[in-house]
């Protein structure tokens, strides 16, 4: 440990460097998460006799993209950033990001709601980086109250952080990716580019099915309630999770049948009908080589500086 | 628990897709062509069951359910479990866009591991399918705990920390996975056993027309 | 709609649409489902397909539509035998229109959905849309086009998969159980609809009302057999024959006679317990009550309601009114604004956590209820959460069991009984934990006829204060004294329930028309009593008749012929006729015969009487209408 820069701190600092931070930060997001749960549920009925796709999206630059080089210029812009090493270069991404987010006027609460499903997954690399990286020459550590097994790195804290930044970068672009065409248009683009169509139905019928169970499921779980179930900690819990799950697989196997039958009935062959696409423009390429130009050069910055 | 965006080298992230994408493609030819609108509706069941959250002491744990997916669905779990995933991080926010084919592989192999291990020892009695399949669903969350410190490792020894203590915390899933998997594989045993035998497989013959 | 001439099915042969001929079908591992079948569909029938659940229904449908193949015999359409290139090309055909529509609306947005068929029948896709728009036009849905499914109501749903099919100009429509769940302003928008489609129909429903109303030919089906094939006058205005196949949903049609309605014994003692508790405070009380969903839409609004213990109160209102929500609350599982008092204590937070222990609730779909691998678990699974002694928790369960008449089911699986049974035990598992209130959420919903009747007797015999939701009018009437109508979040009405029924102004403003109901009833009334009155038969009863100057009394025979109104089965109204399945029956008679002669020695022949009455045949003008009906019972 000869050659690590060692400062001594006081053990109150432990405190306010660390344990006060991520108190406050999980205090903020449970604050958030709760106020944003009670706010999403959308207000107001916009007339669904009009697509959504000219009805309530917005006419934004992101908008207007072809979806085709918009999934393709995120796509690989997002890895652009993954490969990204440093910390400058991560922050100057995420400033981009909310410049896209500012361009394309998506809903701020459904991106501050992806944020914070990333929160506790990257809070656990803040928390356990900075003690666990192992020591390198020169780095930095410091030392609470001589409690010489607990040594706060610098340098992890940097690697985790920067991780935290651009994981930040590329969540705050799903929003503009995904939420500024409707869902069957973005996923036409992908069976475009190659994705076989069949995925693209797929997701849709997941999705689909997904809001139908949850009805069932809730209501599953109401009738459990008013029987007086509540969950505690103990096996018969658990028993009565697995009949719930059991049952749910059961009627949820044998909607399935039903679903597919339907499908069946009405000429279903195993394709669904084609969709059709707008052509794309030359400009939608032009803003495609634009963005990834931007993304190389941040990658080039990245590995110029030291 | 799912790896975000940021955290893999970018070598292991376009690994992941390029893996999780062959194998999907090998899992859907589990399946004939015309059952895969089946696989997907069977997909937002696991879904929405993922979302059960059980009490464990002061906090909870939600399942993940790679085992009970391999046990009932077989080698088609994996195209199963990658559109989850992919539903989620499009819809529901969780899970990164770049990590999404390492994900896939998490979650993924081992739930066709576990689906094959299931069907070769379940034998017949309720007993033995109980028991068998809590193994499958105890294994199949510890193999993807397994293979999510591995894919955290390969950052560098930066990242061995992170990975022993995400190693760690699954311990308490891993158990009650289990008890849960044999518990659900008992009822199902009980009250509809053919949804113990593999649901879709390639050589069927489309029942009917 | 109907007109009496047009009940003869016609003789002369014409093209058939179907003709399946000896069908048989096996489910993988199950019975045989259907064996037998014989039927010839012509191109405008429209028919009606009844019997018990289980009886093979929607195996046969689904045999019409090619969904299921014949194990033995053939299904023929236009001719072809319905299977590979035949099938697929009449797919889209055929449409079927299943029970519950979020099996149908698979599609991303509604009009995606309704545009699948189109495309499949090789619309280019703007093309398809356009169709899909025109039918969704059709069912009043058009304003709800880009919507997705999950964000419609039932209702709604429901007629969004028919626009599906009617997109694609089907020949056949193939309906399975097409109005269970839905209120009578959404029933009317069906019937008007399925009226207006010009093609073949077939119906499967335990809707006898709605069958009436839309159908002409009636299939009974009886253990995967075709039974019986009539004119749908016929059916319903045989009693007997609707009996002996479990369908006789006449205990609906009584006249609702005011006052002393089914004074069972719990009614009675509930009306004694009210008397002695009017001092004590209701069981429970809302006062200003309001509930607003988080998103700010406002779902109660000012709810004033009081229930008295032992009284029985219904509350109806359309889908969407706020009656679920309402029960939510009531249940402590949605917390609201205003005064909730629970045996006139206030609803705190802990009082609101217990409430479960006091207030049980059987939920329209069974399925939702019923979790368990077997009955035994899953009466006794309430019980454990109540906290009782494993002796006292088997004594209950058997009590709770005996009581809805499942005895002897503890080791069944709940997911393999009937529709009937599953709704029982549902009613068991709430009753084994011995609610104060019993809330019951659409009972009647998709049970058959004998169901509903053995459920409605089986509720009738409770003593406990009930609260129950339902669309359903002859159970409002025949289980409550009280009526709580809500309308938009509101209640608008409370009154008496007989009150209810006479003030139709009321019905009207809130979308309960039933008005075609009770214009049905009225019609199959009726039919049933003009065939009970009028059919050969033979009766074995006392009464004084006059020998010359002898007037004596004492059993015996009579048998005889009259007016037969059976068009099917009649080849004229005045000609003597022999009905060999229903020549004899015996029924007793309540009423008075009037006074007349009999010769004792004729040989049994000769008391054959055709078409005109004689002075042998039986007086029937003394019998009141209603009496005689019920003697059935």
Known sequence: MGDVNVIQMPLWQLFAMVVAPFGLLAVVVTLLRRRIRRRSAEKGDPDWSVPQLEGAAGHSLIHRWDVRCKIVTIIVYSFMITAIRQMTPALVAIGLSCLVLIVARVSMTKVLMRILAIAGFITMFLLVMPFTVPL????????????????????GFNLAATIAAKAVAITLLMEPLLATAPLPVTLQGLSRLGVPDMAGQMVLLSYRYINVFRHEARRMATGMQVRGFRKRTGVATVQALANFLGMLFVRSFERTERVFDAMRARGYRGLFPEQTLKRQRPADLVGAGLWLTVGVALLVFDRMIV | MHISDGVLPISVAVGGYVAGAGLAAWSARRASNEDLPKVAVVTSAFFVASLIHVPLGPTSAHLLMPGLAGALLGPVAFLSIGLGLLLQSLLFQFGGLTALGANALMMGVPAVACGWFFQKYKGRTQLRQTIIGGLAGASGTALAAVILAILLATGGEDFFGVAKIALLAHVPVIIIEGIVSAFTIGFLARVKPSLLMHSFRRPQIPAHG | MHQWESHLPSQEPKGHLFRLTNLQFRYADGPQALSGIDLEIAADDRIALVGQNGSGKTTLIKQLCGLLLPDAGNVSFKGQDLRNGHLERSRLEIGILFQDPDDQLFGHTVIDDVAFGPSNQGLASEDARQVAQQALQRV??????????????????????????????????????????????????????????????????HDLLFLYELCRRAVVMENGSIAHDYAMNDLVAQRSELRSHGLDFSFRLMPIDNGEKNGGPAETRLAEAQRESASAPPMLELRGYHFRYPDGTRALTGIDLSVPVGERIAMVGENGAGKTTLLACLLGLLEGNGTYLFEGRPVTRRIRRDLWRNIGMVFQDSADQLFCPSVGEEVSFGLKQLGVSKNEIRERTQEALSLVHLKGFEQRVPLHMSGGERKRLALACVLAMSPRLLILDEPSAGLDPQGEEQLLSILGELDVTLLMVSHDMFFVDALTRRTVVMHRGSIIQDLPTDAFFKDSRLSNLNGLAYSFRQRCGKAIRELQHQHEHSHHHRHLHAHPHEHDDVVHDHLHKHDHAHRHRFLHSHPGEEQEHRHASRQYHDHPHAGEHGVHDHNHNAPKGDHKHSGEHGPHDHDHTGHDKTPHDRSHK
């Not at chain 1, 390198?136 to 550590?141: A, E, P, W």
């Not at chain 3, 097409?178 to 069906?190: A, G, L, S, W, Y």
């Open chain 1, 136 to 155: 390198h020459k020169g780095d930095t550590v410091i030392v609470f109250g001589g409690l010489n097994w607990l040594q706060f790195s610098m340098r």
């Open chain 3, 140 to 205: 009043h849905l058009a304003d709800k086009a880009y919507q997705a499914p999950h964000r419609l109501s039932f209702g709604q749903k429901k007629r969004a998969a028919l626009a599906g099919l009617l997109a694609t100009n089907p020949a056949v429509l193939l309906l399975d159980e097409p109005t269970t769940n839905i209120d009578p302003r959404q029933e009317q928008v069906f019937l008007d609809l399925l009226a207006a489609f010009k093609g073949t129909l077939v119906c499967v429903s």
